[in-house]
């Protein structure tokens, strides 16, 4: 149960920095700070898509990962519900409307596939064992991404925080949950590969 909180706590400060600022270093700083945390705990993922690749790689099983992924969508949730008493506005994520569906995928399929394929590096490489930095490397991934794909898709990179705002957001009448497609398929596919090329890289 503790680490289901855990999954919880992470996935919701997270998602409250990208709704309060949006910014990639506040994203990527936070994301750190709750790696640093929780990663004793659960692993810290925060992320359904690294919780999927941890999954592929028998490094959790099915049961652990689903509650997992339920305990980050429910932490995304939360998060929009203080969004709005912060903001007084609805949080919710959608794709720039001046790129195309296509663009917007291979931007979330690979800056996924880096994020995750750090994130497990990091975490299960025997060469990395005992480093300290792990939270501040895969927190500044998490920055230099954003950065990158912001103007492209978005930079959501993770469902919880599609399918958590999407569901609030709906409460009120409104639409993103269009986008729940494009940021779940895709993120789910770079982590898949992700899992794929640290097997075949590191065996």
């Known amino acids: 149960m503790r680490e289901n909180v855990m999954e919880g706590i992470g996935t919701f400060f997270v998602v409250l920095a990208f709704g309060i600022s949006g910014e990639p270093l506040s994203i990527g700083l936070m994301y750190a700070a709750m790696i640093y945390i929780g990663a004793h705990i659960s692993g810290a993922h925060y992320n359904p898509g690294i919780t999927f690749a941890f ?8 049961k652990k990962a689903l509650s997992y992924m339920l305990s980050q969508i429910v932490g995304a949730f ?10 007084t506005v609805v949080f919710f994520v959608e ?5 195309s569906l296509y663009q917007q995928a291979i931007s979330e399929v690979l ?18 064992s005992g480093n ?3 939270g501040f490397i895969i927190g500044l991934t998490l920055t230099g991404i954003t950065f990158l794909g912001l103007p492209i898709s978005g930079a959501v990179f993770n ?4 399918i958590g705002s999407a569901l609030f957001d709906y409460m009120f009448s409104g ?18 590969l992700a899992a794929f090329a640290y097997k075949y890289l590191n065996n």
């Open 175 to 192: 639409g993103s949950y269009y986008s729940i497609p494009l940021y779940t398929i895709a993120p789910f596919s770079g982590a898949a």
């Open 159 to 162: 469902p919880a925080l599609s």
């Open 78 to 87: 939360l998060a929009s519900i203080v969004l709005l008493y912060i903001s």
């Open 95 to 99: 794709a720039p409307g001046n790129t």
């Open 132 to 134: 300290k930095m792990y």
């Open 55 to 62: 999954f592929i790689l028998k490094k959790i099983k099915l």
């Open 111 to 128: 800056f996924t596939l880096v994020l995750v394929l750090v994130a497990i590096t990091v975490s299960s490489s025997k060469a990395l």
